[in-house]
Every structure is written in C-alpha cells, then in structure tokens.
C-alpha cells in the first residue's frame, strides 16, 4: 500500500505563515488533496489536485506538489485554522492518507 | 444540495452485530463511488472501502476486507456498513465520503457515526 508521511504537529504564530508537508514516493505523479479535520466535524477539503481550492475555502490556503514531497501552506494562519491536517492521494481506488498533521495557533 | 446523513451513535457489546447507514440526496448517488472512513480515537483517518451503488461494486481496503461488510440499497439512496461481530477495537467514529467526479477527491462527507463497543 501507499504511505504518505507527516510531521505529527506544527505550531505557528497567529499572522504567521504554516507549512505542513506530506511526503510519499514520486508523489509529484499523483493529485495530493489537504483535508481539515476539527472535533467532532468531519473533514472539510481545503486543496485538491495538489493547488485547487474549493469555493468557500479562504485563499490563505495554498498547495504544492513536487518531487515527492507536498506541501500545504496556510498564510496569514488565524486561530480558527487550528485543527488536525490530513493528506490524501489515490493508490488505485483506494484513497491513501497521510498519518495528520496537528497545527496549534498560538 | 449534497448531503450524506448517517445513522446515529451506537453502543454495543462485543460479539454483537451492527449495520449502520449513509443516505446520499441532491446528487446521481447511483453513478458515484462512496465509501466509508474510519477514524479511531485520537488517531488519523483509515479508508475501510468504497462502493458503486448502482451494481454495488465494493473494493475494500485488504485490512478490512472479511472484517466489514459493504453494501447499498440504490432503491432508497443509502449505503451500509456491517458487522457480524463487533470487539471493541472496532469503536471509532465512522465516516461516509463521497468521490468527487473528478475521482481525485473526497468532496462530501457525513456528519460521522459513533460506535462504541464495550462490555
């Protein structure tokens, strides 16, 4: 099976710009998607096909792919983005997903 | 709209069988892969499987594959997730999630299904 591999937190400060990566080999050859998940929510999606932002999700979330690693970057980060980071990208008809990664804003 | 609603939270002892459920509406649900999630407590998110609904085509992830069983009711729009016999490493809350129609990612999500399993 496909492993995607994340840092298990990252902190930043409020204003700040954040980094989550997510890593797996030749990844830059698969659509990496970023899900947002808060307690008691299920994930909301917040980049698709490794840069695409769905309609409703602020434009201080952006991706990237390449290589094999990629990245999610939320600038300008706000409390409110504070919440477990997951990567997903499809292994066959299987979705792959990354381990989540916990960003604290503070 | 797109909504998937599950079926509520539920208590079980171990041994005992469970179906849950996930209702699609204000889309093809016939013609779109779903499948369900598993995340157990403080732990990341675990595909289980997906299924077609329209020939109730199933894949399931091989750790879960004889473990739960997949299936739909394309007559009333719904999914279902089953066990035969729970232990209490099955508790966890359970996601339904929609592929989007591009099939690069899970676009719609229900609210969750809690199963406990304890004695």
């Known amino acids: 099976s496909y492993e995607l591999t994340q840092p298990p937190s990252v902190s930043v400060s409020p204003g700040q710009a954040a980094s989550i990566t997510c890593s797996g080999d030749k990844l830059e050859n698969k659509f990496v998607c970023w899900y947002q998940k808060k307690p008691g929510q299920p994930p909301v999606v917040v980049i698709y096909q490794d840069k695409k932002r769905p309609s409703g999700i602020p434009e201080r979330f952006s991706g990237s792919n390449s290589g094999n690693t990629a990245t999610l970057t939320i600038s300008g980060s706000q409390v409110l983005d504070e919440a477990d980071y997951f990567c997903?990208?499809?292994?066959?008809?299987?979705?792959?997903f990354g381990g989540g990664t916990k960003l604290t804003v503070l | 709209e797109v909504q998937l609603v599950q079926s509520g939270a539920e208590v079980k002892k171990p041994g005992e069988s469970l179906k849950i459920s996930c209702k699609g509406s204000?889309?093809?649900?016939?013609?779109?892969?779903i499948g369900w999630v598993r995340q157990m407590p403080g732990k990341g998110l675990e595909w289980m499987g997906i299924?077609?609904?329209?020939?109730?085509?199933?894949r399931y992830t091989p750790s879960f594959q004889g473990q739960v069983a997949i299936s739909a009711d394309k007559s009333i729009n719904t999914i279902y997730l089953q066990w035969k016999s729970l232990k209490a490493a099955d508790t966890a809350m359970y996601f339904c999630?929609?592929?989007?129609?591009?099939?690069?990612?899970?676009?719609?999500w229900g609210q969750g299904t809690l199963v406990t399993v304890s004695s």
């Open positions: 997903q990208a499809w292994d066959g008809n299987s979705p792959a």
């Open positions: 204000g889309y093809s649900f016939t013609t779109t892969w």
């Open positions: 999630a929609r592929r989007d129609a591009s099939g690069s990612y899970l676009d719609h």
């Open positions: 299924i077609y609904p329209d020939d109730s085509d199933v």
